[in-house]
């Protein structure tokens, strides 16, 4: 009984060795990772394929829809017919974001205030990337001798991630995105813009 005892702890044991070791900085497998897998731990997992951007603060590794409508409590969309303003507070020593729009128009405004916690740190990062996410990251940082913000805009549909350190206007799918990027403030506006088919004008 002892051996059989002793034989299970052994396996338990090793099993809990296997598992500490899949999360190994940078080893994560692709199917795994946190950003561009299917981990049910990540909120990524929640927005995958969808056609919309987020922003993702890699602190915590939280992502949010900015053009998520706004539900109550139990997952019903509130009715509104006016300007809407979403606000997440993210902590001691960490800034705000905060998301505004009017219902049903295409295109939002995202504020995001940078408070001195708002920083990248590749070590927060171990264990949830697969090795070509965390070089990602990785090559970003050393390419920024001031450091970066630690606030991301995401697609969710490619789960290609942009900085917002530098400002500039570009296309990302259906979305025109410019990007106003101060020391401790950053302004965000996406507008949804899909193409027109043949022989249809834009307006």
Not at 41 to 52: E, L, P, T, V, W
Request: proline fraction near 3%; charged fraction near 25%.
């Amino acid at each position: 009984m002892k051996k059989i005892l002793g034989v299970i702890a052994l396996g338990l044991l090793l099993l809990g060795c296997m598992r500490t070791a899949v999360f190994l900085p940078g080893e994560l497998s692709a199917t795994d990772c946190y950003l561009c897998g299917r981990n049910e731990g990540s909120q990524m997992a929640a927005y995958r394929g969808r056609n919309s951007l987020g922003i993702l603060c890699t602190d915590k590794f939280a992502v949010f829809d900015i053009f998520a409508s706004a539900c109550d409590g139990w997952g019903r969309k509130k009715k509104e017919n006016a300007n809407r303003l979403h606000m997440i507070i993210r902590g001691e020593s960490h800034g705000t974001i905060a998301t505004m729009g009017i219902v049903d128009r295409p295109a939002r405004e995202v504020d995001i205030v940078l408070e001195e916690g708002d920083r990248l740190s590749l070590g927060g990062l171990e264990g949830v990337l697969c090795r070509e996410c965390n070089d990602f990251f990785a090559q970003l940082q050393a390419e920024r001798e001031e450091g970066l913000a630690d606030v991301f805009l995401v697609d969710f549909l490619t789960a290609k991630v942009y900085p917002l350190d530098i400002s500039r206007h570009f296309f990302v799918g259906d979305y025109f995105v410019i990007i106003d990027a101060g020391e401790c403030m950053v302004t965000v506006t996406v507008v949804y813009v899909p193409k027109t088919g043949p022989g249809k004008p834009v307006i």
